[in-house]
């Protein structure tokens, strides 16, 4: 089953980062392009199913939206980013100490107390959240006007959705991975084209600016990223 | 008519019976140069330090292998040769081996049954080792090196390559006198020659090789000594002339690059990483400068008007700093992968990255070296006194055949630098036979 798309976002599916690209008139790297990446409606994900897939279309496209200064969270294939590190390592806490005693309701300044991996956070956190929405607006999350989306992560993010303990962080991943999937290297899958890092002016992994400290003006190449891709 | 048909015949029969001499009859050996006294004993060590002089180990060891049990491939114009087992085993090694059958491989290329060693075995130049040293290492192989029980791969080379009875005739046209006279009185000077010229057997590499592939050069009076050769695909720099690697260096620099594989100017790469390795870095510090001082005083002193392009801030420099998008694509890949280390005036940093500018790698005549360098990055060996092993990646992966050939091509015109393009055709030979 393809994944519902919210009509919201529509249009925004276009933008696979090429085209995005394109359109933008940005410059395109001169060399052979790896494979070009397949546009986010027809993703096959790694991780997510049908119904989370959506939800992350739709959540990451308020987090950074595409109107307004800058590219957002679709064009730049955030949601890829989610989906890839979900499918691995960071998803699975292969870093974490996942060892007890888990305290789920412990204060929140003793840091992370949940039993649940990330991968099992978003599985969880997303079903509920998305009742929470059914209940108190009447429609899933993704059926919501952008508007009413936006209140809606706001509760989410003041913990006030009635999510279970061990999924309280759901809303701090949501947005840590959000940001990080935009202006990660385009090799996990998001900042689709360094678009994000354009946006900001940040060079990319060139990792020596030694003439351009302490001068006060723009530094005027594009970046390059870790496969030595350049924009 | 019938005169005619005894002179072709009598020359038939001339010509097989020289053949069957040069095959049969037993080859004259070297006798010892200097004449000790029968229970001359070396002192303790100086056996293992001439072995170290003459770095038997890199060639005589494979890689993981048991020191000095041979079966190390080495790449020859002419085919693989596979280095013998030269522990003591009394049926794989050279245990049976008498002082004079030792001698006459080193100083005439013959095994005691006569076979003629291919020269890659380098007794163009060990014909130059002292009988002390000689002798020394005779007993530390047969009293301190512990047999190993090894065959070798057997070389076999195409025809006529094969024939090793041809190398009699070679080594007519190769090799000079034995032993070894200094140029001069300087004992320092007189040290560093003998250690460059016999034992360190660096015109076995360094040297260009003449029309029958024999060193052209074996000696500091040869014109051709130290010019420059080709090994294993990497060319082995000039070490004099114009084009020499160590021009405008000290020797402080060459007895730190020798001893440590790395200096304010380079890193070693290629083949002589293995010979930092496994010789260079056990020479004594007097001996270091005994060679540095020999190879500085084969380098005219720099002219001082060349000197101060050191200070010069170069348009190559300027180019890389401005950072201007619409450069052209070499200088580009420069700045997204080698100025992190390499930096815009290409002078790296002292012992650390090596020097572009001036690099005899970059500049070297056969791109090869700096290609498969580009391609598939290098890491300096250990030593002592600089034990860490400094490593640049290799950018395979990263750039492709038209990108690497615009970086190397780039690398070579800058600063100051002046060789010549590098193709992408090129590029991808390297990259296939890195594979």
Same mark, same amino acid.
């Given at each position: 089953?393809?994944?519902?798309?919210?009509?919201?976002?529509?249009?925004?599916?276009?933008?696979?980062?090429?085209?995005?690209?394109?359109?933008?008139?940005?410059?395109?790297?001169?060399?052979?392009?790896?494979?070009?990446?397949?546009?986010?409606?027809?993703?096959?994900?790694?991780?997510?199913?049908?119904? @989370?897939?959506?939800?992350?279309?739709?959540?990451?496209?308020?987090?950074?939206?595409? !109107?307004?200064?800058?590219?957002?969270?679709?064009?730049?294939?955030?949601?890829?980013?989610?989906?890839?590190?979900?499918?691995?390592?960071?998803?699975?806490?292969?870093?974490?100490?996942? !060892?007890?005693?888990?305290?789920?309701?412990?204060?929140?300044?003793?840091? =992370?107390?949940?039993?649940?991996?990330?991968?099992?956070?978003?599985?969880?956190?997303?079903?509920?959240?998305?009742?929470? &929405?059914?209940?108190? +607006?009447?429609?899933?999350?993704?059926?919501?006007?952008?508007?009413?989306?936006?209140?809606?992560?706001?509760?989410?993010?003041?913990?006030?959705?009635?999510?279970?303990?061990?999924?309280?962080?759901?809303?701090?991943?949501?947005?840590?991975?959000?940001?990080?999937?935009?202006?990660?290297?385009?090799?996990?899958?998001?900042?689709?084209?360094?678009?994000?890092?354009?946006?900001?002016?940040?060079?990319?992994?060139?990792?020596?600016?030694?003439?351009?400290?302490?001068?006060?003006?723009?530094?005027?190449?594009?970046?390059?990223?870790?496969?030595?891709?350049?924009? | 008519?019938?005169?005619?048909?005894?002179?072709?015949?009598?020359?038939?029969?001339?010509?097989?019976?020289?053949?069957?001499?040069?095959?049969?009859?037993?080859?004259?050996?070297?006798?010892?140069? =200097?004449?000790?006294?029968?229970?001359?004993?070396?002192?303790?060590?100086?056996?293992?330090?001439?072995?170290?002089?003459?770095?038997?180990?890199? &060639?005589?060891?494979?890689?993981?292998?048991?020191?000095?049990?041979?079966?190390?491939?080495?790449?020859?114009?002419?085919?693989?040769?596979?280095?013998?087992?030269? =522990?003591?085993?009394?049926?794989?090694?050279?245990?049976?081996?008498?002082?004079?059958?030792?001698?006459?491989?080193?100083?005439?290329?013959?095994?005691?049954?006569?076979?003629?060693?291919?020269?890659?075995?380098?007794?163009?130049?060990?014909?130059?080792?002292? @009988?002390?040293?000689?002798?020394?290492?005779?007993?530390?192989?047969?009293?301190?090196?512990?047999?190993?029980?090894?065959?070798?791969?057997?070389?076999?080379?195409?025809?006529?390559?094969? +024939?090793?009875?041809?190398?009699?005739?070679?080594?007519?046209?190769?090799?000079?006198?034995?032993?070894?006279?200094?140029?001069?009185?300087?004992?320092?000077?007189?040290?560093?020659?003998?250690?460059?010229?016999?034992?360190?057997? &660096?015109?076995?590499?360094?040297?260009?090789?003449?029309?029958?592939?024999?060193?052209?050069?074996?000696?500091?009076?040869?014109?051709?000594?130290?010019?420059?050769? !080709?090994?294993?695909?990497?060319?082995?720099?000039?070490?004099?002339?114009?084009?020499?690697?160590?021009?405008?260096?000290?020797?402080?620099?060459?007895?730190?690059?020798?001893?440590?594989?790395?200096?304010?100017?380079?890193?070693?790469?290629?083949?002589?990483?293995?010979?930092?390795?496994?010789?260079?870095?056990?020479?004594?510090?007097?001996?270091?400068?005994?060679?540095?001082?020999?190879?500085?005083?084969?380098?005219?002193?720099?002219?001082?008007?060349?000197?101060?392009?050191?200070?010069?801030?170069?348009?190559?420099? +300027?180019?890389?700093?401005?950072?201007?998008?619409?450069?052209?694509?070499?200088?580009?890949?420069?700045?997204?992968?080698?100025?992190?280390?390499?930096?815009?005036?290409?002078?790296?940093?002292?012992?650390?990255?090596?020097?572009?500018?001036?690099?005899?790698?970059?500049?070297? @005549?056969?791109?090869?070296?700096?290609?498969?360098?580009?391609?598939?990055?290098?890491?300096?060996?250990?030593?002592?006194?600089?034990?860490?092993?400094?490593?640049?990646?290799?950018?395979?992966?990263?750039?492709?055949?038209?990108?690497?050939?615009?970086?190397?091509?780039?690398?070579?015109?800058?600063?100051?630098?002046?060789?010549?393009?590098?193709?992408?055709?090129?590029?991808?030979?390297?990259?296939?036979?890195?594979?």
């Amino acid at each position: 089953m393809p994944p519902k798309i919210p009509h919201t976002t529509r249009r925004l599916f276009l933008g696979s980062s090429a085209s995005a690209a394109v359109l933008a008139g940005l410059p395109i790297r001169a060399q052979t392009p790896a494979e070009p990446d397949i546009s986010l409606e027809d993703y096959t994900p790694e991780f997510l199913d049908a119904a @989370e897939w959506a939800f992350i279309l739709a959540a990451t496209a308020r987090i950074i939206p595409s !109107e307004g200064e800058g590219p957002g969270a679709l064009e730049t294939r955030v949601p890829v980013f989610i989906d890839r590190q979900l499918a691995g390592d960071f998803g699975a806490a292969v870093d974490l100490y996942m !060892e007890g005693p888990f305290v789920a309701d412990a204060d929140p300044f003793l840091g =992370t107390q949940s039993p649940l991996t990330p991968a099992e956070v978003y599985r969880q956190a997303i079903p509920a959240f998305d009742a929470w &929405c059914e209940r108190t +607006q009447g429609a899933g999350f993704g059926a919501l006007a952008p508007e009413v989306q936006d209140a809606a992560l706001q509760a989410l993010a003041d913990g006030e959705t009635d999510l279970a303990p061990e999924l309280r962080d759901f809303w701090a991943l949501l947005l840590q991975n959000t940001k990080e999937g935009y202006f990660a290297d385009p090799m996990y899958g998001g900042n689709a084209g360094m678009q994000s890092w354009i946006y900001i002016g940040f060079p990319g992994a060139r990792a020596n600016f030694l003439e351009w400290v302490g001068r006060d003006e723009v530094y005027p190449m594009g970046p390059v990223n870790i496969a030595g891709e350049r924009a | 008519m019938r005169t005619f048909l005894k002179i072709v015949g009598g020359l038939v029969v001339l010509g097989i019976v020289v053949l069957l001499a040069i095959i049969f009859v037993p080859v004259q050996r070297t006798p010892a140069q =200097t004449a000790l006294a029968a229970d001359w004993q070396p002192q303790e060590g100086h056996g293992e330090y001439a072995m170290r002089l003459s770095d038997c180990m890199a &060639c005589h060891t494979e890689e993981g292998g048991e020191p000095f049990a041979g079966n190390r491939a080495i790449e020859s114009p002419l085919g693989t040769i596979y280095s013998t087992n030269i =522990t003591p085993d009394d049926e794989t090694g050279i245990g049976g081996w008498s002082l004079a059958d030792f001698r006459a491989a080193l100083y005439d290329g013959v095994r005691p049954d006569g076979t003629h060693l291919y020269p890659a075995m380098p007794y163009e130049n060990f014909r130059h080792i002292g @009988e002390e040293d000689l002798r020394a290492m005779y007993d530390y192989f047969m009293t301190e090196v512990p047999p190993v029980r090894q065959e070798v791969e057997e070389t076999s080379l195409t025809f006529p390559f094969n +024939q090793r009875w041809g190398l009699r005739l070679w080594k007519w046209v190769a090799l000079d006198d034995a032993g070894f006279t200094p140029d001069t009185d300087d004992p320092v000077l007189a040290r560093g020659q003998y250690l460059v010229e016999g034992p360190g057997h &660096c015109a076995a590499c360094h040297s260009p090789r003449n029309m029958v592939m024999a060193q052209a050069g074996t000696g500091a009076g040869d014109d051709a000594f130290l010019m420059g050769g !080709e090994v294993a695909g990497w060319t082995a720099p000039p070490l004099r002339g114009p084009q020499s690697a160590i021009r405008g260096w000290t020797e402080a620099d060459v007895a730190m690059i020798l001893g440590t594989g790395r200096n304010a100017h380079a890193a070693l790469n290629g083949e002589m990483q293995l010979v930092a390795r496994d010789s260079t870095q056990y020479f004594t510090e007097d001996d270091l400068q005994a060679v540095a001082r020999f190879l500085i005083g084969l380098n005219e002193p720099l002219d001082p008007a060349a000197e101060t392009r050191d200070d010069r801030v170069t348009e190559t420099e +300027q180019l890389l700093a401005s950072a201007t998008p619409d450069m052209d694509l070499g200088a580009r890949l420069y700045l997204d992968n080698c100025n992190a280390c390499h930096f815009v005036d290409g002078r790296g940093a002292d012992e650390v990255f090596p020097e572009l500018a001036g690099n005899s790698l970059v500049t070297a @005549e056969s791109p090869r070296g700096l290609l498969t360098m580009i391609l598939g990055g290098s890491q300096l060996p250990s030593t002592a006194l600089r034990p860490y092993r400094l490593r640049m990646p290799g950018f395979a992966h990263r750039l492709d055949d038209d990108e690497v050939a615009a970086l190397a091509s780039f690398l070579r015109s800058a600063w100051g630098n002046a060789a010549a393009e590098v193709d992408a055709g090129t590029v991808a030979d390297v990259r296939d036979a890195q594979l």
